[in-house]
């Protein structure tokens, strides 16, 4: 993990600020470093860019400036506050959206919201709704944005055949010689081959529409009104590309509507809870639900297993590859996430059908 990346001289000039404007860090996320600064009359976030996690910072930066302008043109059009209800990019002194310090950091800077802030976990059934609202937005303001213009920040981000593929190789090399240790689940994942590409299929044939996708759609990605507890705007633009209405969909409900962590080892522990789902799906829906086709309401519950299923078999992946991608705190960590992503993936399968009635529930 780097360590902290201060703010210098040149950088804050590079926006037009002082060397004494005041910053101090904001606590939020893991991958990029992001002050908040008081700059004269307003304050700004400015945050610097892992280009180690994503070498290609200019094409996150066009992605953001083309979806953020036709946001604000749409929030503008409807009466809403485009300076409020999505990111504002603020350019260098010389028109350019981000900055480079002398060590070849990224930086960029926005426009502070204040009087909303992101939350790390649920605190009651309208929080998770106003999420869900939130998303649903995003979905239905950028419906007729030119999604295949955009950038693919992270080829096959959420390409479920390729992860399935992924993880058979991982069992053929068996680097850590943990293959013995994980045939139930190996088993597990092996049963849903077919599944695997059920969307991509479906966008291929050009029955689902390639959409404009967060790829983030965690709770802590949404700003709520700390007034009202309203969702304001989404946050956390850094990974927006083509994609599916059912990924972001799906990889919400795969987080937000489970029980327990996605690390938690007690199975017993790990249920898909459908009143968190019909919560979140009443807010998505309310703001998404006209601008989406028949075939998208349809797969959105197959987005839901899928993503958790991706995720679990990225999990057993990574465990039967020795622990190089995701973080672990002890020897079976990932295959204990595994083993608790396939438990959903069985109770989503095993409510389908409620999870059909809820959604037809939600769009009446």
Not at 1 to 6: L, W
Not at 88 to 113: H, K, L, M, Q
Request: glycine share 6%; aromatic share 8%.
């Amino acid at each position: 993990m780097e360590t902290k990346n201060p703010l210098t001289a040149p950088v804050l000039a590079a926006f037009g600020l002082a060397s004494d404007t005041p910053y101090k860090p904001l606590l939020s996320g893991h991958i990029n470093d992001t002050y908040l600064v008081q700059a004269p009359g307003r304050k700004l976030t400015l945050q610097r860019i892992n280009h180690f996690v994503f070498p290609s910072p200019e094409n996150i930066m066009e992605n953001i400036l083309g979806v953020t302008s036709f946001l604000r043109e749409k929030i503008a059009a409807q009466g809403g506050d485009p300076d409020r209800e999505t990111l504002t990019v603020v350019p260098t002194v010389e028109g350019a959206s981000f900055a480079r310090d002398e060590a070849g950091n990224y930086w960029r800077c926005t426009v502070y919201v204040d009087g909303a802030a992101s939350h790390e976990s649920v605190q009651d059934l309208s929080m998770l709704e106003e999420a869900g609202r939130a998303f649903g937005r995003f979905q239905q303001l950028l419906c007729d944005y030119p999604a295949d213009t955009l950038h693919e920040i992270i080829p096959d981000f959420h390409n479920t055949p390729a992860r399935y593929r992924q993880l058979e190789e991982a069992a053929e090399k068996n680097a850590a010689g943990r293959l013995g240790e994980v045939g139930p689940e190996l088993d597990f994942a092996r049963a849903r081959k077919q599944d695997c590409a059920l969307l991509m299929d479906l966008l291929a044939r050009g029955e689902l529409p390639l959409r404009v996708t967060h790829n983030d759609t965690k709770l802590s990605n949404v700003l709520l009104d700390d007034t009202t507890g309203k969702a304001v705007c989404v946050i956390d633009l850094d990974t927006v590309m083509p994609g599916l209405c059912a990924f972001d969909f799906g990889d919400s409900i795969r987080a937000g509507a489970s029980t327990a962590a996605e690390d938690e080892a007690d199975l017993s522990k790990v249920h898909f809870d459908l009143d968190l789902f019909r919560a979140y799906s009443k807010g998505f829906l309310s703001a998404a639900g006209q601008a989406l086709t028949e075939k998208e309401l349809e797969t959105l519950p197959d987005g839901a297993r899928l993503m958790t299923l991706e995720v679990g078999m990225r999990f057993l992946a990574d465990y039967l590859n020795g622990d190089v991608y995701f973080r672990t705190a002890y020897p079976t960590h990932n295959l204990d996430r595994a083993r608790n992503q396939f438990a959903l993936v069985r109770e989503m399968e095993e409510k389908r059908g409620d999870m059909d009635r809820i959604l037809r529930e939600c769009l009446a």
